[in-house]
């Protein structure tokens, strides 16, 4: 993690980090002010903070409650060497916690990541640049030996020249790379968290069977996911790059709606706009893109190649970002290797689908094949010895597709978790699905996974999908652990070379009647494929281009960020709509104007219940803002600060409503209850001479909106480049 310094008055110290702000003093016997903790005391406290938190997440585990466990941590200094301490953590436990919990406690602690950290004895590099925001690159890994070359396979080069490629192309485009964390708790099972350190928002995991090739698979998507715009999706660009050139790739074309709103000539083809226009209902208006909101300018449209043919299609980017997101792109060393990580993907993601929306059975992998791969039966029997059952099942439906699956069961919880994983070698799928299984996740994690249900409704229902595809949170059917199995087992084998494997995938989407379109973008320096299979690779319904695209965000975006400049035919207005629209109250702002703030900030915990109240009040509409108020503290979930404020705007507004109550009897003991700040706050929140309190100002320039403007940034180095590239600066 990049954490940035900025010297303040007298020893005064401001650490930046993500989107937290951490100041340092000294004691005032040290001539500081005594104002905030020293950088010592505060890694002190983050041992004692990090003990804890293990603590915590052991009892959470468990249902322990932790409300009579206390935890205290003293440093022990040697006289004779200051920098020779003891940091000894003592833990008082009730008396009816069994001595099973207390050891396990304890254990847990020893688990504590500053605690090793201290025990392996970081090393310091310490050194002069020019420019710390030219300086690119963070250390990523050691570098290996010269004479290293480890292949894997379906890989055309080896690992450490992947990466050292990888890590030039984003070098050269100005992004400093950091790994936010490692995870190896099974052997040959490793995953990774890379992110940009300007703009975390950006940021990919990585899995492999060595930490070698879980680092290449987290550049590669970082890399995949520069090149598809994907880390940008739905977030607006700001007017600069909206009236550009050229807004996502300089061979992108606009098209203007016809005078009834129709769907303009020249985007898609017969064959997409029969699965995505089948009623004639998707209009011109519903395709404007998210990220530039230029109406005026038209629709965005981004060429792609059929497959069948070679003809150049041209796909709206709204449909794109809204219908498919990162399914069916991939990064490679060549075209061909990237295309067959992306169609592998394809169709993981797609027999995924139809095994559980189906309610599947699927056969065991039998204990003689999986001996054929002893790095995947080591891992999958390291998980079964910390207690988690594990079927390894054939998912190529009778071998038909290049698709495994990894099923984790969770005694504990009664929850599973079914991973699946492609690739025309049947040991790459496995590999792959195991890796997935763990990716990021501690053991821990897996206590959240869902339990099964015979629900076939909650199963097929489509956010279940979504909800498998985003974070593997979905449920799956009781049906899938039938002994009774809906196929054979099949020891298939689809591999080749790269270019061989691809033309075989190619091949199974031809053979299911299927039309594929490619793109690719070799701009970056890595070639870089996105394919789009309509009826077959989207990730969320068709529907959702009419009936929830996106693009809403155009409806609302310029009058929220302006909202402290609307005069109040223009705040009625804006609630006007929000009624009508028939949005969720607790959808937050952020994911309705695709805009990122600061989730520390009262914008980022704003959704739309308290925007439509906080408008009630300043239209001095006090009865509807009572109810919402009302609404808010029932259900809401948000910071101590701002519910203290609403229970208090609650207080008042009662007060204001009863004709038989005066302010002025209660104000003394609401002030002694909320303190003279908040309730000045609310009081003129009530009589309107306060406007939306705690949101700060800002407007379509997004003045304030650190990162908001952090994300921008990441982007324009990514559109200068592609500008650059086109002869376009």
Known sequence: MEIKVNFLENLRLEAKFDDFTVVTDQP?????????????????????????????????????????IRLSQNNIVDPENRYNQIFRIQVELPENISDKDREGILRSIERCTVKKVVQTGPGFEIETVENL?????????????????????????????????????LAQLGMKIEIASWRNIVPHVWSLHIRDAASPMCFTNGKGASKESALCSALGEFIERLSCNFFYNDQFFGDEIANSAFVHYPDEKWFLPGPGDELPEGILDDHCLAIYNPDGELGGSNLIDTNSGNESRGICSLPFVRQSDGETVYFPSNLIENLFLSNGMSAGN???????????????????????????????????????????????????????????????????????????????????????????CLHVALERSLTELLQGRSLEGLNDVPPPTFNGLAVSEPNNFVEHFIDSTGVVSWRFFSAKQDFDFVEWDFSGSNQEEAACLFGILADLG???????????????????????????????LVWDNTNK?????????????????????????????????????ITLIGIEFDENTV????????????????????????E???????????????????RAVNAVLEIALDDELELDDYSANLRRMFGDETLDAVVGSVDGRVRFHGLTPTSMKLEGLDKHLRLIDSYKKLHAARAARAGLN
Request: overall charge negative; charged content about 25%; some cysteine.
């Open 628 to 646: 919402r108020v009302e609404a808010f503290l029932q259900y809401n979930d948000n910071t101590v600060e701002r519910q203290l404020f609403y």
């Open 603 to 626: 914008w980022g915990q704003l959704n739309i219940l308290e925007l439509k109240l906080l408008i009630n009040l300043a239209l001095q509409q006090h009865e509807e803002a009572l």
């Open 133 to 169: 925001d030219e300086d690119a690159q963070a250390l990523l890994m050691a570098a290996p030996s010269d004479d290293s070359a480890t292949y894997i396979t379906g890989k055309d080069l080896p690992l450490e020249q992947t990466i050292a490629n990888m890590t030039g192309i």
């Open 334 to 424: 060549t075209l061909c290797e990237a295309q067959v990580q992306c169609l592998s993907e394809i169709f993981e993601r797609a027999v995924k689908k139809q095994v559980i929306e189906e309610e599947l059975a699927l056969p065991d992998v039998p204990l003689s094949v999986l001996e054929q791969y002893p790095d995947i039966l080591e891992g999958v029997r390291a998980l079964e010895a910390q207690g988690f059952p594990v079927l390894v099942k054939d998912a190529s439906l009778g071998g038909r597709f290049p698709v495994a699956c990894v099923t984790l069961m969770n005694p504990r919880t009664g929850g599973v978790f079914a991973s699946f994983g492609a690739h025309p």
């Open 514 to 544: 299927k039309e594929s379109y490619m793109a690719v973008y070799e701009d970056l320096g890595a070639p870089v494929c996105r394919i789009l299979v309509p009826g077959y690779s989207e990730v969320y319904p068709v529907d959702d």
């Open 553 to 589: 965000a155009l409806d609302y975006r310029e009058d929220i960020l302006n909202i402290h400049a609307l005069d109040d035919d223009r705040l009625a207005d804006l609630l006007e709509r929000l009624e009508e629209s028939q949005l969720d109250d607790y959808m937050d702002i």
């Open 28 to 68: 005032i016997r040290y001539k500081g002010d005594g104002s905030a903790p020293s950088p010592f005391d505060y890694f002190l406290a983050s041992s004692a903070l990090c003990a804890a938190y293990f603590v915590r997440v052991y009892c959470l585990a468990r249902d322990i409650p932790t409300d009579n």
